[in-house]
């Protein structure tokens, strides 16, 4: 590998495998922090980003996949700021922050000041048609319900289904929090890990005894409903516009495109080498592995098969997304929100829809508004599978019943995301835990991305950035060899 000499100072040579959100953060920080690195990023695929696909339509501007990202974790902004991009982030729509929910047929809005988790205001929560008397008593009854007792010895995870149904009882979980969380983690909240997904709820009970008094203590501040909506933003042109700003900093010749990596090994005097198949071996001081963990798992499986089987524990769901595109005339709804959740016991074909040119300007023609809808998940496999007709069908007839969508979209997609959300089931974070600690033992490797520590666009980020300036930090004990 690179050796320093009294004219040259030894550069550090780095491979970064992924190049989503994750893989791109981290290879722009290892510029950021040493402009001296050399830095390869491998994509298996044609194109950079992971899962994030922008496309212009007709005048419609089309997310394949996530289409903001949330602002009160700071390391996206961060990095838009440092790309340049900051000045092309566009503000959610003040008039309509707001998310509503599907009882019995019709739309109704989540109660205001109700988080993921928990209400801070009474009045809202006594009128609001979404929850019987009983439920709402209930819900409101949280103040007095006592703290769980948690034990400095054992682990005190929880589901969230089980958290939220102690603290809120049945009937708010249900009609509240289950669509909310699926909405967001497309996850079965039975084995949702309550302490990986949100853990400021457990801390919260653990501090002020209720999450009522504390929401109102300002334990989650932004968290509640309309607040929390204006913390999304998105870029103007879409998240693509990200990934190709972030890409634009990186040197030329950096990033080998449609190069999977087939397999990693250690090299016995330090280093990897990475094998691109047809018998290519890259030689490197450092490797950050930012790909699911599946994929990580069988990169690794060679050289440290305790590591794999611990990375295979992470199960994945996947989910379909419909795009549908309508004249405004052929909705009688007022689109007075977001968008709406469907919890699981309304017994629909769809998880969610998402009002995205109410959301963000610039997203749909005048006179045209955009409508994604969500199919999947943990709970509904099947329907990532089913055919784009039965698909349309489906969306066609759950819009039609509850926002009065009449005749067929002018315009139509549909996404498909096979396995790409990991699963934070209970005791993820003692498994993350573990396989950190065997990533320690294998100096020069890194992971990053969405399976480990938080699975939104800030989060990636993040685990990218911390990957390498975990890398820099290590300059001395892994170059030179």
């Given amino acids: 590998m690179t050796s320093a000499t009294p004219d040259q100072p030894a550069r550090l040579r780095v491979a970064v495998v992924g190049g989503g959100f994750a893989g791109l953060a981290a290879a722009h920080r290892l510029r950021e922090l040493d402009p001296a690195t050399e830095v390869t990023l491998f994509e298996a695929g044609d194109t950079l980003g992971g899962v994030v696909r922008t496309e212009r339509s007709d005048g419609y501007l089309l997310e394949h996949s996530a289409d903001s990202f949330i602002t009160n974790v700071p390391w996206a902004l961060d990095l838009c700021r440092r790309v340049g991009l900051a000045d092309e982030l566009l503000p959610t729509n003040e008039a309509y922050r707001r998310a509503l929910v599907v009882r019995k047929g019709k739309l109704y809005p989540v109660p205001e000041g109700f988080t993921l988790l928990a209400g801070s205001r009474v009045w809202p929560i006594l009128t609001t048609p979404v929850l019987s008397l ?5 819900l409101l009854g949280e103040w007095f319900v ?48 309550i302490e990986a997904a949100l853990p400021q709820f457990p801390e919260i009970e653990r501090t002020h005894r209720s999450l009522i008094r ?35 900093r990186l040197p030329a010749g950096c990033v080998a495109l449609n190069a999977p990596v087939e397999r990693l090994a250690a090299r016995p005097g330090g280093g990897w080498m990475v094998s691109l198949g047809r018998d290519e071996l890259r030689e490197f001081d450092t490797v950050i592995v930012a790909v699911p963990a599946p994929t990580a798992a069988r990169l690794l499986e060679g050289i440290a098969a305790e590591l794999a089987a611990e990375l295979r524990q992470i199960p994945y769901a996947g989910s379909a997304i419909a795009l549908a595109g309508y004249r405004c005339e ?26 995205t040119s109410v959301k963000f300007a610039g997203r749909a023609p005048r006179g045209r508004v955009l409508v994604r809808v969500f199919f999947g998940g943990a709970r509904r496999p099947d329907q990532v599978e089913l055919g784009d007709e039965e698909l349309r069908r489906i969306a066609g ?18 996404c498909r995301w096979r396995a790409s959300m990991p699963q934070y089931h209970i005791g993820h974070l003692a498994l993350v835990e573990r396989i950190e600690s065997r990533v320690a033992q294998l100096p020069g490797l890194e ?3 969405n399976a480990y520590r938080g699975v939104g666009i800030p989060h990636c980020i993040q685990s990218g950035e911390q990957a390498a300036e975990r890398v820099v930090g290590q300059k001395s004990l892994v170059i030179g060899h």
């Fill in 146 to 193: 006592p703290a769980r007792r948690y034990s400095a010895d054992e682990s005190n995870d929880e589901s969230l289904a089980s958290f939220a149904r102690r603290r809120l009882g049945r009937e708010a979980f249900e009609r509240l929090v289950q669509p909310l969380v699926a909405g967001i983690y497309t996850a079965d909240a039975e084995k949702l890990s």
């Fill in 330 to 355: 052929q909705i009688t709804h007022p689109l007075d929100g977001f968008g709406f959740v469907v919890p699981e016991i309304e017994g629909r074909e769809i998880l969610a829809a998402s009002f």
């Fill in 397 to 414: 007839r759950e819009l039609g019943e509850l926002l009065g969508a009449r005749g067929e979209p002018e315009l139509f997609r549909v």
């Fill in 447 to 449: 992971l990053a991305g």
């Fill in 134 to 138: 009983k439920g709402k008593l209930r």
């Fill in 214 to 248: 504390g929401l109102r203590r300002g334990a989650a501040a932004g968290q509640a409903s309309g607040a929390r909506y204006s913390l999304f933003v998105a870029p103007r042109d879409g998240l693509a516009s990200l990934v190709e700003a972030i890409a634009r």
